[in-house]
Structure formats: structure tokens, C-alpha cells
């Protein structure tokens, strides 16, 4: 089992900066792709970024492209999402996965954390 926590949101404004973090426990954490996702009022869970679990390679959405940067750090099992350039719409629950399968683009893996709130004020 593999239990995650994220931290970091806030309210921001528009064209303000976050960072998200997500820290895991109970599986080697190097052995996990992780993923960060998000959900805003009235939509579904949408694909926000991913990393393997060496950190080589990354996966961002369209919409984040440019914008946001996902890292890890795996001696201290904690995954990263830098947030620049926030917009309204980037308001949304974030939330952090991880995946024993590189599987970017989801929205359905195996361990999910409980989320963390971003708003962006315009």
C-alpha cells in the first residue's frame, strides 16, 4: 500500500507562482511513475503531469505545457509540481497518484492522494 500526502496549495493571483509537493510512504519510491492530477468544480479528474520513477522522463498536458514542471526527488520520497504563470482556470483540487506502470494521460491509477486546493484569482 502506498499512502500519499500533498501540500503547497493556496490562493494566488493571476500569473502568480505555486509550488505543489506530494509525499510518499510504504513502497519503495523510485519503483513508482508518479502523477499529478486535478479536478475542478462540475468536471472530471483531468491529467495534469507525470514522471518516471528515475525522473528521466516527463509528460505534461497541453494546457500546462510551458507552464508547469514536475520533479522528484527519491531520497526523500517527495514529488514536485512548479506552478508559473497560474491562471483562473488552473483553479482546481490537485491531486497527487502513483502508478506502478507508466501510464501518462490517465486519470485511473492505483494510489491517490486526498488533494490539495489552488485557486487563482483574477
Known amino acids: 500500500q502506498v499512502q500519499l500526502v500533498e501540500s503547497g496549495g493556496g490562493l494566488v493571483q493571476a500569473g502568480g507562482s505555486l509550488n505543489l509537493s506530494c509525499a510518499a510512504s510504504?513502497?519503495?519510491?523510485?519503483?513508482?511513475?508518479m502523477y499529478w492530477l486535478r479536478q475542478a468544480p462540475g468536471r472530471e479528474r483531468n491529467f495534469v503531469a507525470a514522471?518516471?520513477?528515475?525522473?528521466?522522463?516527463?509528460s505534461y498536458a497541453d494546457s500546462v505545457k510551458g507552464r508547469f514542471t514536475i520533479s522528484r526527488d527519491n531520497a526523500k520520497n517527495t514529488m514536485y509540481l512548479q506552478m508559473n504563470s497560474l491562471r483562473p482556470e488552473d483553479t482546481a483540487l490537485y491531486y497527487c497518484?502513483?502508478?506502478?506502470?507508466?501510464?501518462?494521460?490517465?486519470?485511473?491509477?492505483?494510489?491517490w492522494g486526498q488533494g490539495t486546493q489552488v485557486t487563482v484569482s483574477s
Open positions: 497518484a502513483a502508478d506502478t506502470k507508466w501510464r501518462p494521460g490517465r486519470n485511473n491509477y492505483d494510489y
Open positions: 514522471v518516471t520513477g528515475s525522473g528521466f522522463a516527463r
Open positions: 510504504g513502497r519503495t519510491f523510485s519503483s513508482l511513475s
